[in-house]
Structure formats: structure tokens, C-alpha cells
């Protein structure tokens, strides 16, 4: 979401069905920090499963055999088989506009590592079409990112 310095942003339901808050959310509010993991067609399963309203206290990487690569500079680990890491730190906790509290949480975090795959790296350029990442759209419903066009940047000149 922005440049200089590179930030980044997510938001989320805050509540967990066992009570407080979901641990994605509890987790950067203790640590002030967390990661960013490229979800890709390749990890969609796991990407679906770690959504789960698993108990507190269950580590997901276990359970979703997920491996844990250790982060350079923050504390929360990021998972190996991703093509792109982004290690953050906590800028800014904004609770949205909502009937019950903690209903959604947007976080911003100051992104203060990356790790891309060199594989993925061609020409000095990141191929981005070849990691084949996915977004969720809402509901239960995902896309992959398989076209990329260009545009060139206009200039006002008016």
C-alpha cells in the first residue's frame, strides 16, 4: 500500500469461536510483528486449511505440514514453500467501522524484509506470472493470477 517505505495491509475478523481474538490477529498485537507468505495455486489446499478456526495454542504448520523457514530480522517464522516472504513489523492496529467490537481489524505493517525465490527472479525482473499466486475474492472463491498486460505510465502534459 505503499512505497517508501515499503507497507503492507490485511484485514480480518478479529473473534475467535473459543473466545478472544483469532491468533493471526492476537499474535501481531503481542509481538508487533509479523509475516507476509505469496499465497500460490501450488499451497491453495493449505492456504484454505490455515483459515481454519483451529483452538489457541495449535501450530498450524504441524497440522497442514507446512515448513518453517527462520525469519532474518522478526520473530514469526515464514513458510518455505512460499515463492516471496515479506517480514513486518507492526505500524498501525485500525478497527473498522462495525456493530460489535473486533469484528474487523485492519493491520499495516512496515515491510522490513523480503525474501523472493531466485528461481522466480529472470533477467533481474521478477516473474511474477510463473509463481501462479492466487487472491481470494470473497466467499469461496479464489483466482489465479495467469495474464499480465502493460500500460505505460502517462505523464501530464495538459
Known amino acids: 500500500i505503499a512505497y517508501e517505505p515499503?507497507?503492507?495491509?490485511?484485514?480480518?475478523?478479529?473473534?475467535?469461536?473459543?473466545?478472544?481474538?483469532?491468533?493471526?490477529?492476537?499474535?501481531?498485537?503481542?509481538?508487533?510483528?509479523?509475516?507476509?507468505?505469496?499465497?500460490?495455486?501450488?499451497?491453495?489446499?493449505?492456504?484454505?486449511?490455515?483459515?481454519?478456526?483451529?483452538?489457541?495454542g495449535i501450530d498450524e504448520f504441524n497440522v497442514f505440514n507446512l515448513k518453517k523457514r527462520k525469519s532474518r530480522i522478526v520473530k514469526p517464522p515464514l513458510i518455505a514453500e512460499s515463492p516471496v516472504n515479506l517480514e513486518c513489523r507492526l505500524f498501525k492496529k485500525i478497527d473498522l467501522k462495525t456493530k460489535v467490537k473486533n469484528q474487523n481489524i485492519m493491520i499495516i505493517g512496515e515491510v522490513v524484509g523480503i525474501h523472493i525465490d531466485d528461481k522466480f527472479i529472470k533477467k533481474g525482473r521478477i516473474d511474477s506470472l510463473a509463481m501462479r499466486a492466487i487472491s481470494r475474492m470473497g466467499y469461496a472463491e479464489y483466482s489465479e493470477i495467469y495474464s499480465k498486460f502493460f500500460m505505460e505510465r502517462l505523464n501530464w502534459k495538459y
Open 6 to 56: 515499503p507497507q503492507v495491509m490485511f484485514s480480518a475478523t478479529g473473534f475467535h469461536s473459543q473466545g478472544g481474538l483469532k491468533d493471526s490477529i492476537a499474535n501481531v498485537l503481542s509481538n508487533n510483528e509479523f509475516v507476509v507468505n505469496l499465497a500460490t495455486k501450488k499451497l491453495k489446499t493449505q492456504v484454505n486449511q490455515t483459515s481454519i478456526d483451529a483452538p489457541h
